[in-house]
């Protein structure tokens, strides 16, 4: 009979009993030292990639399907912080036949690149329809900023789906 409030004996299962003794001790400190290892990578990782040393995707956009020539492809993005560009990647995934494509990054209507040679370009033949532009020469982005793209130049033959991303510190 069990009376309310007080413990009374619980038979042990088959599985418990096997972990009496010695194999419950050794077990645990395994476990310890894993999680102690564990926590140590992750604390390490988090340093490593702290908001101070790390670039943060600030907008993409995308032009999707069939591309041409255009202003304020994708729309605006009215930036919430401020910023300096830390990387600008431009990604085209099915290329034309011949020529490049090249995008251009504008803060408030004005280009970013002054030099126009150094505005994000993927060339048709490029092998990962992927490249790292050069820094734009305006790098600095303040809140409110308004941050547009226009594709300035295309491919010959149809070339597909293009994105455009910021990076920003």
């Given at each position: 009979?069990?009376?309310?409030?007080?413990?009374?004996?619980?038979?042990?299962?088959r599985?418990?009993?096997?972990?009496?003794?010695?194999?419950?001790?050794?077990?645990?400190?395994?476990?310890?030292r894993?999680?102690r290892?564990?926590?140590?990578?992750?604390?390490r990782?988090?340093?490593q990639?702290?908001?101070?040393?790390a670039?943060?995707?600030?907008?993409?956009?995308?032009?999707n399907?069939?591309?041409r020539?255009?202003?304020?492809?994708d729309g605006?993005?009215?930036?919430p912080?401020?910023?300096s560009?830390?990387?600008?990647?431009l990604?085209?995934?099915?290329?034309g036949?011949?020529?490049?494509t090249?995008?251009?990054?504008?803060?408030?209507g004005?280009?970013?690149?002054?030099?126009?040679?150094?505005?994000?370009?993927?060339?048709?033949?490029d092998?990962?329809?992927?490249v790292?532009?050069?820094?734009?020469?305006?790098?600095?982005?303040?809140?409110g900023?308004?941050?547009t793209i226009?594709?300035?130049?295309?491919e010959?033959?149809?070339?597909?789906?293009?994105?455009m991303?910021?990076?920003g510190?």
């Amino acid at each position: 009979m069990t009376i309310p409030g007080r413990y009374s004996k619980q038979p042990v299962d088959r599985v418990g009993s096997q972990y009496r003794g010695n194999l419950v001790g050794p077990i645990l400190t395994e476990m310890d030292r894993e999680l102690r290892r564990s926590r140590t990578s992750i604390d390490r990782l988090v340093q490593q990639s702290s908001p101070a040393t790390a670039p943060t995707v600030e907008h993409r956009w995308a032009a999707n399907g069939p591309f041409r020539v255009g202003a304020t492809v994708d729309g605006g993005y009215v930036s919430p912080t401020n910023f300096s560009v830390a990387a600008v990647r431009l990604h085209r995934r099915t290329p034309g036949s011949s020529g490049s494509t090249i995008v251009d990054l504008n803060k408030n209507g004005v280009t970013m690149y002054t030099t126009q040679a150094n505005r994000p370009t993927v060339d048709f033949s490029d092998p990962d329809n992927l490249v790292l532009a050069a820094q734009p020469d305006i790098a600095t982005v303040a809140v409110g900023d308004l941050l547009t793209i226009d594709i300035d130049q295309i491919e010959s033959g149809t070339p597909r789906d293009l994105a455009m991303m910021i990076e920003g510190m």
